[in-house]
């Protein structure tokens, strides 16, 4: 079946726009997933879903970050007047959740963020 | 503090050679612990999830195993194709933490012909 999508794949912006990246989820997991990757670092995360609820956003940067989820589906995160620092490739992951833990997550191929 | 170490961080073998990656842990209460594969430009790969020490899984050339503080995932006689980033990650600790992964630097592997 079709796995997680993003779009878009890549992306180039100038300091200080805003810029919208969108995941589609494997259909049926409940739990969206999104992390951060930045050049020599390893994989950081930024926010969860349970549904349209996000329960968790202790790892947004800041509150120029925000993200939304409509549907139980699809979901948006959205940075406003971005940074030179926000450049880095931003993955979404779902999984389907079964218990309080967190089930596997599939991530998506990711949206690479460039801020000039 | 939930942290996750793997070492090495790069790793050069040739081809036919085997050999392990390793993935250390403290979190308080495991609930799994997964492997991911990643190639350059593309997102991560899932591969194993180990749920108690002893556990054992095995995908082609790749054995991971897991004791209470860490996981191994072992490679045997590799080809070219299998040179990629092996990334670690276990779900944070606490009820609200649980939900997150929790992600190792990762092992870059070559594998040279």
């Known amino acids: 079946g079709a796995g997680v999508s993003q779009s878009p794949s890549n992306k180039v912006t100038e300091k200080g726009k805003d810029v919208e990246l969108r995941c589609d989820p494997i259909s049926g997991h409940t739990a969206l997933y999104w992390y951060r990757q930045s050049l020599g670092q390893g994989l950081e995360f930024l926010i969860y879903f349970q549904g349209n609820s996000a329960p968790d956003k202790s790892g947004l940067p800041s509150d120029r970050f925000s993200a939304e989820r409509t549907g139980g589906s699809v979901s948006t995160l959205t940075i406003q007047r971005t940074q030179q620092e926000d450049s880095a490739v931003y993955l979404c992951?779902?999984?389907?959740?079964?218990?309080?833990?967190?089930?596997?997550?599939?991530f998506g191929p990711g949206t690479r963020l460039t801020v000039l | 503090e939930d942290q996750v170490t793997q070492s090495p961080e790069a790793l050069r073998l040739q081809e036919g050679e085997s050999s392990s990656l390793n993935c250390s842990y403290t979190?308080?209460?495991?609930?799994?612990l997964f492997w991911y594969r990643q190639d350059p430009g593309k997102g991560p790969e899932f591969l194993f999830t180990?749920?108690?020490a002893g556990e054992e899984k095995e995908k082609e050339r790749l054995k991971a195993t897991l004791t209470k503080k860490e996981s191994f995932l072992h490679i045997t006689a590799p080809k070219p194709e299998d040179s990629a980033t092996y990334l670690c990650a276990v779900p944070g600790g606490g009820y609200q933490g649980a939900q997150k992964l929790v992600f190792g630097q990762g092992t870059r592997l070559t594998i040279n012909p």
């Open positions: 979190v308080s209460g495991l609930r799994g």
């Open positions: 992951a779902s999984s389907i959740r079964t218990g309080w833990w967190t089930d596997t997550q599939y």
């Open positions: 180990l749920y108690s």
